[in-house]
């Protein structure tokens, strides 16, 4: 399933909100409902475990404003979740790169058709 994939989420909207809005415990209101909203699409992309990555997905789930919100996320917490979790963060970019490629492989086959 997406279980990793929401753990990494929930970890970079943490550190995020803890580096921008000095959150000390948890999320504020604003990173909880981001948060929540990232963990439902999870839960509802239907690629399932074969998902792209967001960003070369055919679908664009998000809302604009959560998009533009989660994109800012990814920005700040990205480099801070290589050096802080390098271990989940090299998984989880090898895991999208797989993925990407079973999925270009996919979408070639279904265009023969
Ligand atoms: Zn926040």
Redesign the pocket.
């Known amino acids: 399933m997406n279980e990793d994939e929401k753990k990494v989420v929930s970890k970079m909207i943490a550190m ?2 803890r580096s ?2 000095g ?1 000390k415990k948890g ?2 209101d ?2 909880d409902a981001l948060n929540r909203y990232a963990v439902q699409r999870l839960e509802r992309c239907p690629f399932g475990d074969e998902k792209p990555t967001c960003a070369s997905c055919p679908i664009h789930c998000y809302k604009s404003d959560m998009r533009l919100r989660i994109k800012e996320v990814m920005r700040t917490a990205g480099p801070q979740m290589l050096l802080l979790h390098p271990v989940d963060a090299v998984r989880h970019f090898y895991q999208e790169r797989r993925r990407n490629r079973t999925f270009a492989v996919k979408s070639k086959v279904n265009l023969k058709k």
Request: net charge neutral; glycine share 0%.
């Open positions: 995020y909100c921008k809005h959150s999320l504020c604003e990173c």
